[in-house]
C-alpha cells in the first residue's frame, strides 16, 4: 500500500508544477511524430531542389541545336532513333560521333541514304550548309565528338610533306590519283575529287565506312592540311605532264594500256616485218 509519505509528496509536486513522469506509449508517439515531421521535410526539399539538379545533367540546347533537332526529328529519327540513340537494323548511334560525321555524311548527299546497301553513294546533298551546321551542333552536344575546326584548313601546307603522307596513309585505298578504288563485300573507296577540304578533313577525323579515323594523334591537325593541300591543289589541279592519264588508276590500267596496245602493235610489227623478209 502506498504511504501516507508518498502521497504527500505526489501531491507537493503536482501543486509545484512539475510534470509527471511520461509512459512509454507516449514517447513512442512522440518519436514517430518528429520522424513523420523529418521526412516530410526531406520530401518537400527533395521536391524544390530536384527540377534544378536535372536541369544541371541535362543542359539547354543552344538555339542552333534545337534548329539542328527540328531537321533531325523529321528527317534522321526513323533510322537513328530519338535522341540519336540508333534502330537496330536501320542506323547506328549518333551518341559521340560529333559534328565532323555530320558534316561529312550530310554535306556530301550520302545521308539521309535512299536504301539500304553496302555503302552510302555520294549524292546531292538535301540540306544547306547552314542546315547541315545546325544538325552536327545537335549532334555535337548531345554527345560530343570531333569537330572540323573553323577558318582556312590550308593555312601554312607543305604540298610536299602532304603528298608523302599521302602516299603512305590514303593511296591504297584511294590510289595515287585519288581516283578512288574497290574494296570488299561491295564497298569501295571513293573519288576524292569532289571532295571539298572540310568534307576530306572530316573524313580523316570520322573514319566513315570502311576507313581508318586518323585522329590528331595519328595525323596531326597541320599534317592533315598539308594531305589536304595536295589534294586540291596538285592532284586535281596539276595537268598531266604525260597527256592521257587513264584514269588515274595507277599501274594496273597502265600495265593493262601496255599490254593491248603495245604488245599487240609489236606483234603485228614482227609480222609485217617477217613477211616482208
Given at each position: 500500500?502506498?504511504?501516507?509519505?508518498?502521497?504527500?509528496?505526489?501531491?507537493?509536486?503536482?501543486?509545484?508544477?512539475?510534470?509527471?513522469?511520461?509512459?512509454?506509449?507516449?514517447?513512442?508517439?512522440?518519436?514517430a511524430v518528429r520522424?513523420?515531421?523529418?521526412?516530410?521535410?526531406?520530401?518537400?526539399?527533395?521536391?524544390?531542389?530536384?527540377?534544378?539538379v536535372q536541369a544541371?545533367?541535362?543542359?539547354?540546347?543552344?538555339?542552333?541545336?534545337?534548329?539542328?533537332?527540328?531537321?533531325?526529328?523529321?528527317?534522321?529519327?526513323?533510322?537513328?532513333?530519338?535522341?540519336?540513340?540508333?534502330?537496330?537494323?536501320?542506323?547506328?548511334?549518333?551518341?559521340?560521333?560529333?559534328?565532323?560525321?555530320?558534316?561529312?555524311?550530310?554535306?556530301?548527299?550520302?545521308?539521309?541514304?535512299?536504301?539500304?546497301?553496302?555503302?552510302?553513294?555520294?549524292?546531292?546533298?538535301?540540306?544547306?550548309?547552314?542546315?547541315?551546321?545546325?544538325?552536327?551542333?545537335?549532334?555535337?552536344?548531345?554527345?560530343?565528338?570531333?569537330?572540323?575546326?573553323?577558318?582556312?584548313?590550308?593555312?601554312?601546307?607543305?604540298?610536299?610533306?602532304?603528298?608523302?603522307?599521302?602516299?603512305?596513309?590514303?593511296?591504297?585505298?584511294?590510289?595515287?590519283?585519288?581516283?578512288?578504288?574497290?574494296?570488299?563485300?561491295?564497298?569501295?573507296?571513293?573519288?576524292?575529287?569532289?571532295?571539298?577540304?572540310?568534307?576530306?578533313?572530316?573524313?580523316?577525323?570520322?573514319?566513315?565506312?570502311?576507313?581508318?579515323?586518323?585522329?590528331?594523334?595519328?595525323?596531326?591537325?597541320?599534317?592533315?592540311?598539308?594531305?589536304?593541300a595536295y589534294i586540291?591543289?596538285?592532284?586535281?589541279?596539276?595537268?598531266?605532264?604525260?597527256?592521257?592519264?587513264?584514269?588515274?588508276?595507277?599501274?594496273?590500267?597502265?600495265?593493262?594500256?601496255?599490254?593491248?596496245?603495245?604488245?599487240?602493235?609489236?606483234?603485228?610489227?614482227?609480222?609485217?616485218?617477217?613477211?616482208?623478209?
Open positions: 500500500m502506498t504511504s501516507d509519505n508518498d502521497r504527500r509528496r505526489g501531491l507537493l509536486a503536482r501543486l509545484r508544477g512539475r510534470p509527471v513522469a511520461r509512459s512509454r506509449g507516449r514517447r513512442r508517439l512522440g518519436a520522424l513523420t515531421a523529418a521526412l516530410m521535410l526531406a520530401g518537400g526539399a527533395y521536391t524544390v531542389f530536384a527540377p534544378s544541371q545533367d541535362n543542359p539547354p540546347l543552344s538555339a542552333a541545336a534545337n534548329e539542328g533537332k527540328a531537321l533531325f526529328d523529321v528527317s534522321c529519327v526513323t533510322c537513328h532513333g530519338r535522341n540519336a540513340q540508333g534502330v537496330t537494323g536501320r542506323g547506328p548511334s549518333l551518341i559521340g560521333v560529333g559534328s565532323a560525321s555530320v558534316e561529312f555524311q550530310v554535306s556530301s548527299g550520302r545521308m539521309p541514304m535512299v536504301r539500304q546497301e553496302a555503302q552510302a553513294q555520294r549524292k546531292p546533298p538535301q540540306f544547306t550548309d547552314e542546315q547541315v551546321r545546325q544538325l552536327g551542333q545537335y549532334i555535337q552536344e548531345l554527345g560530343g565528338g570531333p569537330q572540323v575546326p573553323q577558318g582556312n584548313l590550308r593555312e601554312g601546307a607543305n604540298i610536299s610533306t602532304g603528298g608523302e603522307l599521302f602516299r603512305i596513309n590514303c593511296s591504297q585505298c584511294h590510289a595515287f590519283g585519288a581516283g578512288g578504288g574497290a574494296l570488299s563485300s561491295g564497298k569501295f573507296a571513293p573519288s576524292l575529287k569532289p571532295a571539298s577540304d572540310r568534307q576530306i578533313y572530316a573524313a580523316m577525323l570520322s573514319g566513315p565506312q570502311n576507313m581508318p579515323v586518323f585522329g590528331d594523334n595519328q595525323i596531326t591537325p597541320e599534317q592533315k592540311a598539308d594531305i589536304i586540291q591543289e596538285n592532284l586535281k589541279a596539276t595537268q598531266d605532264q604525260g597527256g592521257f592519264n587513264l584514269g588515274r588508276y595507277g599501274p594496273s590500267t597502265e600495265g593493262l594500256a601496255i599490254f593491248l596496245v603495245g604488245i599487240v602493235a609489236l606483234v603485228f610489227t614482227s609480222l609485217w616485218i617477217a613477211g616482208k623478209s
